[in-house]
């Protein structure tokens, strides 16, 4: 019997020992692969169909996020709201994004209504039409919501930074019009719909608890599909990156507003570089949660905002390093002074011990965070596979954040962290 009256010993999250559960891959009759995570005891599945669909192979804006969202909106067989019904009819959830690279189809529902699920999918990928009055329908809603966005100064900021990082033609800098999205016209979203999902290549990813004839099921509705295997990173669209000459920009979007919205970003490698996942416990020091350099002294101390944070962009082909934040337009300067204060302090002064380690606590409990359970786990390997790593990346990761020193730390911030390297945007 445990004894009451003493204190179970606490155990910091950076003595855990992590590990990535494997997935069972299989290859259907077309090539396409599927891994599969068996995992978990609830009867509920996660099937995520990835296509290499996103903004990187349309040939003009906007029509790799139409098609995307326009897939469940009308098949020969059965309209929008049939569609809609289906689904909802065996309490599935069916849902579409589109991104750079990729574009998925992601559905989550029980196990013993998969039977019922995957023709309707399959459906999906062989026989949208795109009915011109949804075409229609959704490019006016779509234009409605661009004109209330375009109106915060949060939405601008997004917008601009991101083109004056890799360039307006770029698919990470392009953003939308009003314009665009009228002449957005029915044969080009069939012709891409055609080469990219018909005729395009598909891995797909399948979690949960796992029906026994799973694989059968997949290549019965999808493995006699004129689909295509996995994209060869050889193989992948390139696209210039032409980054805007001048670093410092300051846009009035409403002249009555009392509030900016401030970015501070650089350029930055893809994963693939070495310092990648260093500059990542880097990045948490500086800004990366709650309890970092820049919430503490830009919130906490000089109260100019409700919340700061830095990240590394989630692209595949090259990353960015973004500090975020809003604040009252009176302080907007002052908050960037604090930022480069911050990198300043960094780059001259090592991270002492504990909050070294409460850095490394965090990241390992949000990796914890991340394994918890198998759609997470499967979030995971998808990171890992489309961005062309192996689970070796995983486990580099979490040696890192448990053994990176605080003088590699200074190290970096010499390196990453010079205001020179930094777009700089204020948008009130």
């Not at 693939?272 to 260093?278: L, V």
Request: glycine share 6%; proline share 5%.
């Amino acid at each position: 019997m445990p004894n009451r009256s003493k204190a179970p010993r606490m155990t910091d999250a950076v003595e855990f020992h992590l590990s990535l559960p494997p997935y069972r891959l299989y290859e259907l009759d077309n090539g396409v692969h599927v891994y599969a995570l068996d995992l978990g005891q609830q009867d509920t599945l996660m099937f995520n169909f990835i296509f290499y669909a996103g903004n990187c192979y349309e040939d003009r804006n906007l029509v790799a996020a139409t098609t995307n969202h326009l897939l469940k909106n009308g098949t020969s067989g059965r309209n929008a709201y049939e569609i809609n019904e289906h689904f909802e009819y065996y309490g599935s959830y069916l849902s579409r994004h589109c991104h750079n690279e990729t574009a998925d189809i992601t559905l989550h529902c029980l196990g013993k209504h998969v039977h019922h699920l995957l023709p309707a999918v399959a459906e999906l990928v062989t026989d949208a039409v795109f009915p011109q009055e949804e075409i229609d329908i959704y490019k006016k809603n779509m234009q409605q919501h661009l004109q209330v966005s375009l109106k915060k100064s949060d939405f601008i900021a997004g917008r601009l930074i991101d083109t004056y990082l890799f360039g307006r033609s770029h698919p990470y800098g392009r953003y939308s019009s009003l314009e665009e999205y009228a002449g957005l016209q029915r044969g080009e979203l069939q012709d891409f719909y055609k080469t990219f999902y018909q005729h395009g290549r598909c891995v797909i990813f399948v979690a949960g608890k796992l029906p026994s004839d799973i694989y059968l099921q997949l290549n019965r509705h999808f493995g006699r599909l004129p689909l295509q295997g996995h994209l060869q990173e050889k193989d992948e669209p390139r696209h210039p990156i032409i980054p805007a000459a001048a670093k410092k920009y300051r846009v009035t979007n409403d002249p009555a507003g009392v509030q900016g919205s401030i970015r501070i970003a650089r350029n930055f490698p893809n994963r693939h570089h070495p310092d990648f996942q260093a500059v990542s416990m880097l990045n948490n020091v500086f800004g990366g949660y709650f309890g970092s350099r820049l919430m503490n002294n830009i919130r906490e101390d000089k109260g100019y905002t409700y919340g700061i944070y830095s990240y590394l962009l989630n692209h595949i082909q090259e990353s960015a390093w973004l500090i975020s934040t809003e604040a009252g337009k009176e302080v907007c300067e002052p908050t960037i002074e604090e930022v480069y204060r911050e990198m300043k302090i960094l780059r001259e002064e090592p991270v002492d011990a504990e909050e070294l380690k409460m850095a490394r606590n965090y990241m390992i409990g949000t990796i914890l965070g991340d394994l918890d359970g198998p759609f997470q786990v499967a979030g995971r390997w998808k990171n890992i596979l489309l961005n062309n790593l192996d689970e070796q990346y995983f486990y580099r990761g979490i040696e890192i954040i448990k053994t990176i020193t605080p003088l590699q730390l200074q190290e970096l911030a010499n390196k990453y962290l010079q205001p020179e390297q930094f777009y700089e945007l204020v948008v009130v």
